[in-house]
C-alpha cells in the first residue's frame, strides 16, 4: 500500500493485489488521523463481500463473490461512531461479462491494483444508533 498527501484536502492511495480494501481505508484514515472524508476510487478485486439490506427485515444479507471483477466504482464516507473511526462504503463491481453487482461493502481483496482519493472534509460528522432505523445514522444536528 502507498499513499499521499495531496495538499491539504485530498489524500490518493494505491493498493496492491492481496491486500483487503475495507482494512487498508482503516489503516489509513487512522495513520493520517482522518476523522471525516468522501472516498472515489476504483481496482479491480478476486473475492469480494457485499451486504444488501432488506428494510421489511431491517437486517442485512451478506454476499460473497469469487473471480475476475473490475471495481467501476466506490464511494461512501468515513465518519465518527462513539468517537471513533467508523466508515460506511458502498461499491459496484463489475463481472467479464459486464453485468454489475453492487451493494454495502464489507471486504474486497484486491486482485491487480486499487486507485482511489480520499476528499477530507473540514468538519467531523458523527453518528449514532437510531432506534426507529436500528442503524447507526448521522447526527447532523449536534
Not at 485530498?10 to 491486500?19: M, T, V
Not at 451493494?103 to 460528522?125: F, K, R
Not at 453518528?127 to 444536528?141: I, K, P
Amino acid at each position: 500500500m502507498q499513499y499521499k498527501r495531496l495538499g491539504t484536502t485530498h489524500i490518493a492511495f494505491r493498493l496492491n493485489p492481496g491486500e483487503e480494501l475495507v482494512e487498508s481505508i482503516e489503516k489509513i484514515a487512522r495513520e493520517a488521523n482522518i476523522t471525516t472524508a468522501m472516498i472515489q476510487g476504483l481496482g479491480a478485486t478476486n473475492d469480494i463481500v457485499l451486504e444488501t439490506y432488506r428494510a421489511s427485515e431491517k437486517k442485512y444479507y451478506h454476499h460473497r463473490l469469487t473471480g475476475d471483477f473490475e471495481i467501476t466504482s466506490i464511494t461512501g464516507t468515513i465518519d465518527l461512531l462513539n468517537n471513533d473511526y467508523y466508515s460506511h462504503l458502498h461499491i459496484t463491481i463489475a463481472d467479464q461479462e459486464g453485468h454489475s453487482h453492487g451493494g454495502h461493502l464489507t471486504s474486497a481483496i484486491i486482485s491487480v491494483t486499487a486507485e482511489m482519493i480520499l476528499t477530507l472534509l473540514p468538519e467531523d460528522i458523527h453518528r449514532d444508533y437510531d432506534e426507529e432505523a436500528e442503524l447507526n445514522l448521522w447526527q447532523l444536528d449536534e
